[in-house]
């Protein structure tokens, strides 16, 4: 069974920085894609980053330039550096895994929330 651990949201004014991190544990062969999402209520999920095992990346338009997706494999571990933060980045994010245990996994992290003032 494989799990994962999100940390690192929180309230922080517009223009500040968040990092978040989401570690996996368990019964883990590899790991495939690697994403960050967010959520508001009321509102889809939507991809606010990803990065595959090879490293390529990919972000929304509304984040380019500000955020940063990295992952290190040998921790089991993505991160989201999150700067210059606007109060429209306010949601909760999840980290998603894809990947190869004792079968395959697509899993969720229990999200957490980052909150943007004004």
């Known amino acids: 069974q494989v799990r994962l651990v999100e940390s690192g949201g929180g309230l922080v004014q517009a223009g500040g920085s968040l990092r978040l991190s989401c570690t996996a544990s368990?019964?883990?062969?590899?790991?495939?894609?690697m994403g960050w999402y967010r959520q508001n209520p009321g509102k889809q999920r939507e991809l606010v980053a990803s990065?595959?095992?090879?490293?390529?990346?990919n972000y929304a338009e509304s984040v380019k330039g500000r955020f940063t997706i990295s992952r290190d494999n040998a921790k089991n571990t993505v991160y989201l550096q999150m700067n210059s933060l606007k109060p429209e980045d306010t949601a909760v994010y999840y980290c998603?895994?894809?990947?190869?245990?004792?079968?395959?996994?697509?899993?969720w992290g229990q999200g957490t929330q980052v909150t943007v003032s004004s």
């Open positions: 998603n895994l894809k990947g190869l245990g004792f079968q395959k996994f697509d899993i």
């Open positions: 368990g019964n883990i062969f590899s790991i495939n894609a």
């Open positions: 990065i595959a095992s090879g490293g390529a990346s």
